[in-house]
Structures are given as structure tokens and as C-alpha cells.
């Protein structure tokens, strides 16, 4: 007589899939703000203390998010959402033009500000991949469907103002398709919810009032 054991996998493709999307963007999160940091010791950059708090910020929201209703757990919605978000900081950061005098710096305090009070409206709702963690209508909810997104790129155009290169120019277009596919696919999980469905019909527009 045989007898047929069944071995279960010690790690499964779904565990290895929650560990990254859960603690990457941590990680990276908290690398980053400890790195703004560093730079404001060296330089006394208010942009770069203002980062420091919304990296902050954004660890915090991760740490104590909820669990998600429904959840995009394909590859590359990992992928897109990782490259999406950490892509720009790669920006190479030598060699400041001068000829936008304060308006770069101006233009990254503001949309900082404001991303800390969007993510803040999120509460424990925040997140990298494609997930329904509860549908959020209001802070700057109530105007567009995603405005982290274009708080955060129109923060990163400002950055491409004080430190303009052909390189950075790539890096910030790349990031941008990435979020694009970001949001096509979250508007799919998010589609699966009446709650959501019925927002998006108040609120028309994704990233920018009136036009997108």
C-alpha cells in the first residue's frame, strides 16, 4: 500500500506577493525620509525637512493601513505601482539652474503640503498596489478621483525646474506612464464597489478638474 503524502510549499507565491507590497514600500519610504533628513542637516532646505514629514508620514499610514477589501495582486501592478512612486527619486540632483529663482521650491512646498493633508484624508486606507481598503469622498476627494497622483507629479515637475536635464526629463515621463497604468488598474478594482461606482459618477474627473 502507498501512501501519498501532500507537501505544502513553505512559501507561497501570495505570501511573497503581501510581504513585498507590504513591507517595500515601508522600507523605501522610511530610507527616504531618513535621507531628507540627512539633507537638511547639510543644507537647511525647507523642501527637504517638508519631505522628510511627508515620507513621514506616508510610513505611518502604511504601518496601520487596513486590510483591503479587494486586492490587484498581479506582478505587474507591483511593478508599476513601485516604479510609479520611486522612479523619480531617482532624479539626479547637481548642478541647480537659477533661472526659476523660488518658483521650483514654491511649487514643491505647496503640492507637499497638500499631499500630506491628502493622505492624511486617506487615513488607513493608504496603499501601493491596486486595492479597495474603503472609498474615500472627502478632503481632496470631493474635487478629483486621484489627487495624490497629481500633487505628487506636479511636486516632481517643480524639482525637474530646479535641476533640468534630459535625464530627468525621461525619468519624470516614465513615471507618469507608470502612474497612468497605476490608475487604470485601481479604477478597475475600485469599479467592483457600488460605493465607488456611484462616487466616480459625482466626481467625473481623475487628475486634473474639468480637463481629466
Known amino acids: 500500500?502507498?501512501?501519498?503524502?501532500?507537501?505544502?510549499?513553505?512559501?507561497?507565491?501570495?505570501?511573497?506577493?503581501?510581504?513585498?507590497?507590504?513591507?517595500?514600500?515601508?522600507?523605501?519610504?522610511?530610507?527616504?525620509?531618513?535621507?531628507?533628513?540627512?539633507?537638511?542637516?547639510?543644507?537647511?532646505?525647507?523642501?527637504?525637512?517638508?519631505?522628510?514629514?511627508?515620507?513621514?508620514?506616508?510610513?505611518?499610514?502604511?504601518?496601520?493601513?487596513?486590510?483591503?477589501?479587494?486586492?490587484?495582486?498581479?506582478?505587474?501592478?507591483?511593478?508599476?505601482?513601485?516604479l510609479g512612486n520611486f522612479l523619480p527619486f531617482a532624479f539626479i540632483l547637481r548642478d541647480p539652474n537659477d533661472w526659476a529663482g523660488h518658483v521650483p521650491a514654491g511649487i514643491e512646498m505647496v503640492t507637499i503640503a497638500l499631499a500630506i493633508w491628502t493622505v492624511l484624508s486617506l487615513r488607513t486606507s493608504m496603499g501601493i498596489t491596486p486595492a479597495n481598503r474603503g472609498v474615500k469622498t472627502g478632503g481632496p476627494y470631493r474635487f478629483i478621483r486621484h489627487p495624490l497622483y497629481t500633487l505628487v507629479i506636479i511636486s516632481q515637475i517643480g524639482l525637474l525646474l530646479e535641476y533640468p536635464s534630459l535625464t530627468n526629463c525621461v525619468i519624470l515621463a516614465m513615471a507618469v506612464v507608470f502612474k497612468s497604468v497605476m490608475i487604470q488598474k485601481e479604477e478597475r478594482v475600485l469599479r467592483n464597489d457600488p460605493a465607488y461606482v456611484a462616487y466616480s459618477q459625482r466626481v467625473r474627473y481623475r487628475v486634473i478638474p474639468r480637463i481629466v
Open 1 to 82: 500500500m502507498s501512501i501519498t503524502q501532500q507537501v505544502r510549499p513553505l512559501v507561497s507565491f501570495r505570501g511573497l506577493y503581501e510581504a513585498a507590497a507590504f513591507l517595500s514600500p515601508i522600507a523605501l519610504f522610511a530610507l527616504l525620509a531618513t535621507i531628507r533628513i540627512a539633507i537638511f542637516v547639510d543644507t537647511h532646505s525647507p523642501v527637504a525637512i517638508l519631505n522628510a514629514v511627508a515620507l513621514t508620514v506616508l510610513t505611518m499610514m502604511f504601518v496601520f493601513r487596513r486590510p483591503a477589501k479587494d486586492v490587484d495582486r498581479s506582478v505587474t501592478s507591483l511593478l508599476a505601482a513601485l
